[in-house]
């Protein structure tokens, strides 16, 4: 079943779903790697240029996933689940979603602050598109920054609330996207 049902989420929602989880636990793991390496570490370039290419493919799937859950049926809350969690775990999808928006342009300001283009898998090139600026470069590492800790801390949330209806609930939650 490649489409939503009200019950379960259907393969394309469930592929786009664990290729983005997938992608943005590696570029955190890949950041972290990063923060530790100096220019002159040999590792240093090839890092920051998976990073750079992963970070971009995350965009596309995220804008993907985005269309998708615009177009599609999502599978309805169990009844069992209060307001408050029903509130709570549409605000976590929404800023979950707005993050994988918001970490990939900010890292794309970052890579092109000073007028160069972004290579993708040497495959081809994003060319920068807004002025050099070194003021717009630091608050667009500060917002890339933060927003990567934030990410982690709604992913490990996401994750936790997630095997706590699983286990605890058993309200069939996390079946519907596996």
Do not use: C
Not at 17 to 46: E, K
Not at 82 to 107: E, F, N
Not at 133 to 148: E, G, K, N, P
């Amino acid at each position: 079943m490649l489409r939503n049902s009200s019950e379960r989420y259907g393969l394309v929602a469930k592929t786009l779903h664990w290729l983005l989880a997938m992608l943005i636990l590696s570029l955190i793991g890949i950041g972290y790697y990063m923060v530790g390496l100096t220019y002159f570490d040999r590792w240093y370039n090839a890092a920051l240029a998976w990073h750079k290419a992963l970070g971009i493919t995350v965009l596309a799937l995220a804008v993907a996933f985005i269309g998708w859950k615009a177009s599609s049926i999502a599978p309805a809350y169990p009844a069992s689940l209060s307001a408050w969690q029903r509130s709570a775990a549409t605000g976590m999808h929404h800023l979950l979603i707005l993050l994988m928006l918001v970490i990939p342009i900010s890292g794309y300001v970052v890579s092109t602050s000073a007028g160069k283009a972004v290579g993708i898998f040497n495959w081809f090139e994003i060319p920068a598109l807004l002025p050099v600026s070194d003021a717009l470069r630091d608050a667009a590492i500060r917002v890339h920054f933060w927003a990567a800790y934030g990410v982690g801390v709604l992913a490990a949330g996401h994750a936790a609330a997630a095997l706590k209806h699983h286990f605890i609930d058993k309200d069939g939650i996390l079946k519907r996207m596996l």
